[in-house]
């Protein structure tokens, strides 16, 4: 039988559950156990893929096509191991299971309830993932005493009793803070939460106790006094200047011994040498370059999130700091004062977006990227910005754009493809998840990937419109990436720039601390040999 880890937080949201879940994958597949995680987020919607990105944040894909939460994004670069459909379970999901499965008559006419019946299903879902599997974790959405997440809680508190004390583990994050004024760190919110958790029926086995600063023994004693927690198992996250590091403070708390302990395995010895080198190249690099990442949700970073991520990890494969400076696309063309945003930069990344506020703005980067020969690489509308822009000031179809925000444009450059077999599979909806690209012979994607034929997630439905694909390559912008029968354009780029490239895929769904993603390393590299050549 699988174990199962439930890693739930208190007090307020945002402490980081996704990261300690996360760094509790990496400290158990590190010693040779076979590891699952599931985020259960107690949102009606059935997904995130409608959520708007300034309140949810990124929507993370995985490579079997779910739109997912963007902690199933640390999950993967953490534990180095792909997540699917089965990894994130949402209120909505639930819910629509048990009311479809009511109007086909499985439940032969019973009343319909909380419990058991949605409680049953969200441990179905659950247990869905144990099979080939040593140690499951299980990450909670939401806040203790949220009313949305009780059917959760209560499930788990149902599995501990069906599978025993020995094969569950309830983890709660909690908080820990310092009050200036009183210069005194206190306890009282992380009691609360604890006793909140217990009214519910579940007691704590482990406590993860966020805080700004290291916290002493003393204030141990009496978090495991009132909590009913052993001193032991209270462990300190305190804040440290990097997420990566979040794993190694876990380590030296000695979290994996008090685990394997619990559950009765054995703690075997630890590979984290490839971990602990990544971490090292970034706190040991001294040289530093700015990379501009323009594009509309940057209020909001979460938005961008894995692009954030991704470039850290080439940053510390070449040994920089890297500073990202973030552009508002929608402000910055607004105000016509997008040059002087831009000025310094040693390389410009547009990401992806849907809608066309910030459009023009993008368009407005590229065109500067493009002149100035500064390194360029556009993500999926990333792309079609840069497609947009060199039709219009490059081949002189003025107005040139996207059915998506121009309907009746004169020179359709991104349409909606319907003709083709995908729109069909998915009924007219987005491509989503992986795809095979085809990379032409001694091109820009070809020296980068090192290979003929990559697979990358995709999020989008507007594609590039081949009618205007030899009018574009006439003037410099080759199409070097495509789908396996030649039909959708998946990389631009311009060989006569130092480095100007644009994907329709999400690279930065594929990265990892001890993988970065070709395209970004390629990318930091040439930032860096622009940054060396402007001195």
Avoid at 178 to 189: D, R
Avoid at 202 to 209: E, G, N
Wanted: charged residues 25%; neutral net charge; hydrophobic residues 35%.
């Amino acid at each position: 039988m699988s174990k199962f880890i439930f890693v739930m937080g208190g007090v307020i949201s945002s402490l980081g559950k996704g990261i300690a879940v996360s760094s509790i994958g990496l400290l158990l597949k590190s010693m040779g156990y076979k590891i699952s995680v599931i985020k259960l987020d107690p949102y009606i919607n059935v997904d995130p893929g409608t959520m708007s990105p300034f309140q949810h944040g990124e929507v993370f894909v995985t490579e079997d096509g779910a739109e997912t939460d963007l902690d199933l994004g640390h999950y993967e670069r953490f534990v180095d191991k792909d997540m699917g459909k089965h990894s994130n379970t949402t209120s909505g999901q639930i819910y629509e299971s048990v009311i479809n499965k009511e109007r086909k008559g499985i439940y032969l006419g019973k009343t319909v309830q909380v419990i058991p019946h949605i409680t049953n299903e969200i441990i179905d879902n659950i247990r869905f993932l144990e099979k080939d599997c040593d140690i499951v974790i299980v990450e909670i959405g939401g806040t203790i005493g949220d009313i949305e997440s009780l059917p959760f809680v209560e499930a788990v508190r149902q599995l501990r009793l069906e599978i025993g004390i020995e094969n569950s583990m309830f983890v709660l994050l909690t908080y820990v803070p310092f009050v200036k004024a009183a210069s005194e760190i206190k306890t009282k919110p992380t009691q609360h939460s604890v006793y909140k958790l217990r009214e519910i029926g579940v007691q704590p086995d482990v406590l993860l106790c966020r805080s700004e600063k290291k916290f002493d023994d003393e204030i141990k004693s009496k978090i495991a006094l009132f909590t009913n927690v052993v001193k032991k198992h209270v462990v300190n996250a305190y804040d440290v200047n990097n997420i990566y590091k979040v794993p190694q403070v876990f380590r030296n708390a000695g979290l994996h011994e008090i685990i394997c302990k619990h559950f009765h395995l054995e703690c075997k010895p630890m590979e984290m040498t490839v971990w602990d080198d990544f971490v090292e190249r970034m706190n040991t690099a001294k040289e530093e370059i700015t990379i501009a990442v323009c594009g509309k949700y940057v209020t909001h970073q979460d938005a961008y999130r894995s692009i954030e991520q991704s470039l850290i990890h080439a940053g510390a494969f070449h040994r920089v700091k890297l500073n990202i400076r973030w552009v508002d696309t929608e402000k910055s063309y607004k105000q016509k004062n997008l040059e002087k945003r831009l000025e310094g930069a040693d390389a410009i990344l547009v990401p992806g977006g849907f809608g066309m506020r910030g459009l023009e703005g993008k368009v407005q980067v590229v065109r500067y990227a493009r002149k100035q020969k500064l390194p360029f690489f556009g993500i999926c509308l990333g792309l079609q910005a840069a497609v947009i822009e060199f039709a219009r000031h490059e081949c002189n179809l003025k107005n040139a754009n996207s059915t998506e925000f121009d309907e009746e444009t004169k020179y359709p450059i991104i349409y909606l493809m319907e003709e083709h077999s995908y729109m069909e599979q998915y009924g007219g909806n987005m491509r989503l998840g992986a795809y095979p690209c085809e990379l032409q012979e001694k091109s820009l994607a070809e020296q980068l990937y090192d290979e003929p034929l990559v697979f990358e997630r995709h999020r989008h439905r507007w594609e590039f419109n081949n009618k205007f694909r030899e009018k574009l390559e006439q003037k410099g912008m080759v199409v070097s990436g495509t789908s396996m029968n030649g039909l959708l354009a998946e990389i631009v780029e311009i060989p006569e720039h130092p480095f100007f490239i644009g994907v329709q895929f999400h690279p930065e769904f594929k990265s990892r601390p001890n993988r970065p993603h070709p395209l970004f390393t390629g990318f930091i590299e040439a930032a860096i040999k622009y940054s060396k050549e402007k001195r």
